[in-house]
């Protein structure tokens, strides 16, 4: 991969010499060339607008501190069109990535993070939205990773798509001797399922200072949420989990999408062998984690089926590369837009990384035809945060975030039926 900063006057010609040289590289490597091209880059002072002149692959950006800058990656366009540097960015570069399309860095005159961005319906304009913040607060959320965006799946064509995207895996199916929970609530409301991380046999991460246990922290969430969602009268729940039981992955989704669940939430609670990480995130399902944090959650979450070294999970699933096939698209998006609303309900309410939303190859995400989070309410390796999640107040507070979230997801999608 070649990479290089255009200088401001050779823009134009460095974007057309790259566009030439992606062509070649991807005609040489097979696969197909990106149909679209960054257009404009406005900077206002809450926010970035990216446009492109045809559907991107999708985005990911990253914060770099020392001189402090955001780099925004685009799969799927070359670089090119006119920037505007404004607010707390102080230039805007562009420059291509290879095969990979092209990366926009903007240099910050004084320290703002990305705090959410989104697509637009036609998927050819990206808004970042930024908030200025200290340096300590910029280096948090600069160590904290990347922070990924997919367009609307209706403009992800397949000719903009690399080919990993058109292959599958097969999902397996719900055992038929699964024994199903109970279903509380009303039979006309939706349904949403959670899933208290762990259990049985595993006990999830252990907190160093005072042995807690996160499967018993996340049952104790588990039914808290419950309550509050069925004290709110809007949806049906169930959980996958009473009970101090153990559950291998593709049960605990394979019971959600038997039960035909709207939504599925696994909540879990992070841990790090050194330091004082802190705050609640929430993953969605990505064949590439967003991160390196993201990648080790990953690995941590997805062990949960290999245990005393007898993986007792489905074989066959390569749990290193999970594939995702196209028509899951819609769910990625549809789970994607639930863990932006719920980082915006739970920020109020409860301790919340920076960067709230990540991605990451998990499992327990897999089912494609259900949208689904993974919910790491806070830190049980962090004390303090431990004390939180596992307080009746820190209880409540997730539920409330999580009923706040669940209420307006399944308004919205009321209203656009
Ligand atoms: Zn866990």
Not at 21 to 47: F, I, M, N, Q, Y
């Amino acid at each position: 991969m070649y990479f290089r900063w255009t200088a401001p006057l050779s823009a134009r010609h460095y974007a057309r010499v790259s566009f030439f040289l992606t062509l070649l590289a991807c005609w040489l490597a097979g696969t197909p060339s990106w149909a679209a091209s960054v257009e404009r880059v406005e900077v206002k002072h809450d926010r970035i607008v990216v446009k492109f002149d045809a559907a991107v692959v999708d985005a990911s950006m990253f914060m770099l501190a020392g001189p402090n800058r955001i780099a925004l990656d685009i799969t799927g366009a070359t670089p090119g069109g006119r920037t505007d540097a404004g607010g707390p960015i102080r230039a805007v570069r562009q420059a291509a990535r290879g095969e990979q399309g092209a990366r926009v860095v903007f240099d910050l005159s004084q320290p703002a993070i990305v705090t959410e961005g989104s697509f637009a319906s036609d998927g050819r304009e990206l808004t970042l939205e930024l908030r200025t913040v200290d340096d300590a607060s910029f280096a948090r959320a600069a160590a904290e990773g990347r922070m990924s965006f997919l367009p609307p799946f209706s403009n992800f064509t397949a000719a903009a798509a690399p080919r990993r995207y058109e292959l599958s895996i097969p999902v397996p199916k719900p055992s038929k001797t699964m024994l199903l929970p109970t279903v509380y609530g009303d039979d006309s409301r939706p349904l949403v399922v959670i899933d208290a991380g762990h259990g049985g046999v595993d006990p999830g991460a252990i907190s160093p200072d005072s042995g807690l246990r996160e499967k018993d922290v996340t049952l104790r969430i588990a039914r808290a949420i419950r309550d509050e969602l069925l004290r709110s009268g809007r949806v049906r729940v169930a959980l996958t989990r009473d009970d101090d039981r153990f559950l291998i992955l593709q049960e605990r989704y394979g019971i959600a999408r038997k039960l035909k669940a709207n939504l599925f939430i696994s909540i879990h609670c992070d841990s790090v062998g050194a330091g004082l990480a802190s705050g609640a995130s929430v993953y969605t399902l990505s064949e590439v984690a967003s991160d390196k944090e993201s990648a080790r959650l990953a690995a941590r979450e997805n062990k949960a089926d290999i245990i005393s070294g007898v993986n007792l999970g489905d074989t066959t699933t390569d749990i290193s590369s999970i594939l995702i096939d196209l028509t899951q698209r819609e769910t990625m998006n549809s789970s994607a837009s639930f863990a932006r609303l719920l980082g915006r309900e739970a920020q109020p309410l409860i301790p919340v990384k920076a960067n709230f939303h990540r991605m990451a190859s998990l499992v327990v995400l897999k089912a494609p035809d259900m949208p689904s989070i993974l919910f790491e309410t806070g830190y049980i390796s962090n004390p303090s945060d431990a004390a939180f999640i596992d307080s009746p107040d820190g209880r409540k507070r997730i539920a409330q975030s999580v009923r706040r979230a669940v209420e307006v997801h399944f308004a919205r999608r009321l209203a656009s039926n």
